[in-house]
């Protein structure tokens, strides 16, 4: 999105070959979960348009199109459809449409690549960067021995 200084808030390796409604269905993570959380935090309520509508849309095994792209912002009525098919794999419908929140684009971006013995030093890691850092913290991959090798092996 970069004529527009928003950024997509799930980052995933399969960008290129994945599919939006898939990502929903699935309620991927992806690498800036640490900052703009899951999917059901991001798929909007309800598209925003000029009237702070917005939404999902999906289609039911019988063929039936579930239009919650008009629908209120809040509506704290009945049944929070949007996040029953976040995360639904498919079981519910297949997302034909779906509206995300873009929040800006960081102005600068660093990288740290750190090493840990184990998992646990993993673990704990996080949860320091989470303290110190804050909202600056964007994401946070961890890569095991095993992968690590790998990379070697290829380079």
Known sequence: MPPFRFVMPLDLGAK?????????????????FVRYGSLH??????LVRLNN?????AVL???TVLDMLGTLRKD????????LFIGSEG???IISKVSILTPPKLSSV???????????????LLLEAKRKLGNILSAFEFLDSHS???VSFLR
């Open 16 to 32: 290129g070959s994945c599919q939006i409604g898939g990502n929903v269905s699935t309620n991927a993570g992806g690498l800036r």
């Open 41 to 46: 935090g991001n798929v909007l309520a309800y």
């Open 53 to 57: 509508l917005s939404g999902l849309e």
């Open 61 to 63: 095994a019988n063929g």
């Open 76 to 83: 704290n009525t009945g049944y929070d459809l949007k996040h």
């Open 91 to 93: 079981s519910l419908g």
């Open 110 to 124: 660093n990288l740290a690549f750190l090493a840990c013995k184990d998992y646990v030093s993993c673990q704990n």
């Open 148 to 150: 690590m090798d790998l």
